[in-house]
T-cell receptor, first 114, second 114 residues
Framework: SAVISQKPSRDICQRGTSLTIQCQVDSQVTMMFWYRQQPGQSLTLIATANQGSEATYESGFVIDKFPISRPNLTFSTLTVSNLSPEDSSIYLC???????????FGQGTRLTVV | AQSVTQPDIHITVSEGASLELRCNYSYGATPYLFWYVQSPGQGLQLLLKYFSGDTLVQGIKGFEAEFKRSQSSFNLRKPSVHWSDAAEYFCAVGPNQAGTALIFGKGTTLSVSS
């Protein structure tokens, strides 16, 4: 199994600012995934972060708005830039288990933009 | 296109009664199937998963799920619901391929009445 520490757990930010979310895993993983969960909605994949290469973004998500860093095999950050109230969501990082047998999730970051 | 459908947005069950949460998937090949639970303010916890073999899988907290290929379904069941089971339940599908994120259904909110 993998233990994921995600910070911060919650934050309230002013519109126009940015928030950087950190995700630390207790073991080395190839892929890390970032999801967004809007209020009352399911999880939507934002991007896949592979160490040593640019993140791959899903349709509707762009690097300028959601820049991702992946400096090593245990850490990643997601920045949500130029915040607007529509960005108020829970953001979760995830890693897969061995042989893609399970996905492990951080506790999530609850972002409120005011 | 790959997708997961959870037809029931919200279900209320009396404590001690049985529970069935529905999940249908659309996938080109035999997928990996998962059920996750999310309690308020918590991350996602894996309840159970199906890869192959016995189509009835047992999970944690007394949950089970049955894979029915002919119906493209993976319904979650519990014979006797406890008040602590009140949460959001997500069905997810994943490919038999490492490095690929899961696709989630929209979730079913379970309320338990006394």
């Amino acid at each position: 199994s993998a233990v994921i520490s995600q910070k911060p757990s919650r934050d309230i930010c002013q519109r126009g600012t940015s928030l950087t979310i950190q995700c630390q895993v207790d073991s080395q993983v190839t892929m890390m995934f970032w999801y967004r969960q809007q209020p009352g909605q399911s999880l939507t994949l934002i991007a896949t972060a592979n160490q040593g290469s640019e993140a791959t973004y899903e349709s509707g998500f762009v690097i300028d708005k959601f820049p991702i860093s992946r400096p090593n095999l245990t850490f990643s950050t997601l920045t949500v830039s130029n915040l607007s109230p529509e960005d108020s969501s829970i953001y979760l990082c995830s890693v897969e288990g061995q042989w893609n047998t399970e996905a492990f999730f951080g506790q999530g970051t609850r972002l409120t933009v005011v | 296109a790959q997708s997961v459908t959870q037809p029931d947005i919200h279900i209320t069950v009396s404590e001690g009664a049985s529970l069935e949460l529905r999940c249908n998937y659309s996938y080109g090949a035999t997928p990996y199937l998962f059920w996750y639970v999310q309690s308020p303010g918590q991350g996602l916890q894996l309840l159970l998963k199906y890869f192959s073999g016995d189509t009835l899988v047992q999970g944690i907290k007394g949950f089970e799920a049955e894979f029915k290929r002919s119906q493209s379904s993976f319904n979650l069941r519990k014979p006797s619901v406890h008040w602590s089971d009140a949460a959001e339940y997500f069905c997810a599908v994943g490919p038999n391929q490492a490095g690929t994120a899961l696709i989630f259904g929209k979730g079913t909110t379970l309320s338990v009445s006394s």
